[in-house]
């Protein structure tokens, strides 16, 4: 009993710690993603870099939205990903993505 409380304890340590890796990130695109092709585009390419957790390419804000490990990638090899498949990504401040939310809620 001792032994499945310690194992319980250390799989939800290590989880807690890996959490605290993900980071998320947004991107413009160039050309802008337009259709349901460009989102499948993105998503089947994308999803094999290493450390990708989840790719939300939104159609209305045409902002690509990357959560990802960072201690297994950054922005700029994002960003290198993008440039395989011929689109030009541009990383979104914080305060842009605010407004393109807030004007795509009107």
């Known amino acids: ?3 499945l409380v310690l194992l319980t304890f250390a799989v ?3 989880a807690l710690v890996q959490a605290q890796n993900i980071k998320e990130v947004v991107f413009t695109t160039d050309p802008e993603i337009e259709c349901q092709n460009c989102v ?3 998503k ?3 999803r094999f870099e290493k450390g990708v957790k989840a790719i939300d390419p939104d159609l209305n804000t045409k902002l690509v939205t990357i959560q990802y490990d960072s201690e ?3 922005p700029e090899n994002l960003i290198k990903a993008f440039a395989k498949i011929k689109y030009k990504a541009t990383v979104v401040e914080p305060d842009k993505k605010d ?4 004007k795509d809620k009107r």
């Open 99 to 102: 407004k393109e939310d807030k």
């Open 40 to 42: 499948k585009k993105i």
């Open 44 to 46: 089947d390419n994308l």
């Open 72 to 74: 297994k990638t950054n």
């Open 1 to 3: 009993m001792k032994k």
């Open 12 to 14: 939800f340590l290590a």
